[in-house]
């Protein structure tokens, strides 16, 4: 595990080693997931010592006191945790203390109409849902599932989950309700139109991610990567398309669609790396703080000690500010210059 550097500074909020502030906390609630994305392939158990409500809640204020106006939670599978609604609830104080954008990703299989509506009510704003095909066969193959039968019933849970967030108030027009897709050549880059056309029939933005070389189960090459500006040209020839700049600190770009019907975004990691804005910190389900979703898994700075009922309370606030000022991470842009020879923790764990 990583130790903080030495010197803590002022009370303004911390930069980091690159001048880069913090603005989004990715809380992982769990290392599990009901489905086996071959591109992902998460832990089937949890690491030890999972934090409790009361300690993500720590996490999530020491994180507001450092800068961060965005959670995400994530995992793993989410809605797989019992306590997700509590926490949500829990942590909606914070929003006096500049706390303003609260969302979810998940895979989408387990939500149901009620938990939809229990989620919005407890203050969440935004849901962004995973899916890697349109049909059958391709979700199969995507998700790791044994047969297109079990693929087109995955489908058919992900199409109604996204009928029970709309219903429940998550609004696409608003931006409170997207779809994520990631594309691997040869295995599902047939699926960009159906996607496309799946996300324009219902006034959803398609988030189209690139194959990313985090963990190492999956067996990554560049080779299997679909290029952002590869996919944005197969979408725009069949409906053409219009860029927007890529905002400061966002991980995608976004385009329109010329003829009004919406857009999609393009997540382009490993063809557009966008470290040098990067204000993300990750937090894993058993407490462990990672500065870069391509970190090596020894990299993480694990914050139970100041997590404890003896510890001083403004430890954790401390350690974080000390390892944020500490953060160089740059891995995209170093990928680029030097790829191959790097261990990643897996991406179920760190949350993506
Ligand atoms: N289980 C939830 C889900 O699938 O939405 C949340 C966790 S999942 C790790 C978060 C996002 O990371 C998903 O959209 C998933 O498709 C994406 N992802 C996982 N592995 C990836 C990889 N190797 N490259 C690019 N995106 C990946
Ligand atoms: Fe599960 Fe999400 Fe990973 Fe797929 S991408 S295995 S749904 S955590």
């Known amino acids: 595990m990583a130790t903080p550097a030495a010197n803590p500074t002022s009370s303004d909020p911390p930069l980091d080693g690159l001048g880069?502030?913090?603005?989004?906390?990715?809380?992982?609630l769990t290392a599990r997931c009901n489905l086996a994305c071959p591109y992902c392939l998460?832990?089937?158990?949890?690491?030890?010592?999972?934090?409790?409500?009361?300690?993500?809640?720590?996490?999530?204020?020491?994180?507001?006191?450092?800068?961060?106006?965005?959670?995400?939670?994530?995992?793993?599978?989410?809605?797989?945790?019992?306590?997700?609604?509590?926490?949500?609830?829990?942590?909606?104080?914070?929003?006096?203390?500049?706390?303003?954008d609260i969302a979810l990703t998940s895979n989408g299989t387990l939500l149901s109409a009620k938990r939809a509506r229990a989620l919005r009510a407890a203050g969440l704003d935004r849901i962004t849902l995973s899916l890697d095909g349109a049909d059958g066969t391709s979700v199969a193959r995507m998700a790791g599932l044994?047969?297109?039968?079990?693929?087109?019933?995955?489908?058919a849970a992900v199409q109604a989950a996204i009928g029970h967030a709309r219903d429940a108030g998550f609004d696409p027009a608003a931006g409170a309700l997207k779809l994520n897709a990631v594309i691997?050549?040869?295995?599902?880059?047939?699926?960009?139109?159906?996607?496309?056309?799946?996300?324009?029939?219902?006034?959803?933005?398609?988030?189209?991610?690139?194959?990313?070389?985090?963990?190492s189960r999956n067996?990554?090459?560049?080779?299997?990567?679909?290029?952002?500006?590869?996919?944005?040209?197969?979408?725009?020839?069949?409906?053409?398309?219009?860029?927007?700049?890529?905002?400061l600190h966002s991980t995608s770009r976004r385009w329109r669609y010329r003829d009004g019907t919406g857009g999609i975004a393009v997540v382009a990691s490993v063809s557009e790396?966008?470290?040098?804005?990067?204000?993300?910190?990750?937090?894993?389900?058993?407490?462990?703080?990672?500065?870069?979703?391509?970190?090596a898994p020894s990299s993480g700075l694990d914050l139970q000690p100041w997590l404890q009922p003896s510890a001083d309370p403004t430890g954790l606030e401390q350690a974080l500010t000390q390892l944020w000022h500490s953060r160089r991470d740059r891995y995209s842009e170093e990928r680029q210059a030097s790829p191959g020879g790097h261990h990643h923790a897996e991406m179920a764990y760190l949350g993506g």
């Open 20 to 28: 880069r502030p913090l603005g989004v906390l990715r809380l992982s």
């Open 273 to 295: 790396p966008f470290c040098g804005d990067c204000n993300r910190l990750r937090v894993t389900a058993d407490g462990v703080a990672y500065t870069c979703l391509f970190a």
């Open 219 to 247: 067996g990554w090459s560049p080779a299997d990567v679909v290029s952002a500006s590869e996919m944005t040209e197969r979408i725009g020839s069949r409906w053409p398309l219009e860029a927007f700049e890529r905002d």
């Open 42 to 100: 998460p832990d089937e158990q949890e690491p030890p010592g999972l934090l409790s409500l009361e300690q993500r809640h720590a996490v999530v204020q020491a994180a507001v006191a450092l800068g961060a106006h965005s959670l995400r939670l994530t995992g793993g599978e989410p809605l797989l945790h019992s306590q997700l609604e509590r926490l949500i609830e829990a942590v909606q104080p914070l929003r006096t203390r500049g706390l303003r």
């Open 184 to 215: 691997q050549r040869g295995r599902n880059d047939d699926q960009l139109l159906p996607l496309a056309e799946l996300c324009r029939g219902q006034g959803l933005e398609l988030r189209l991610i690139e194959y990313m070389d985090v963990g």
């Open 146 to 155: 044994s047969d297109a039968t079990a693929g087109e019933r995955t489908l």
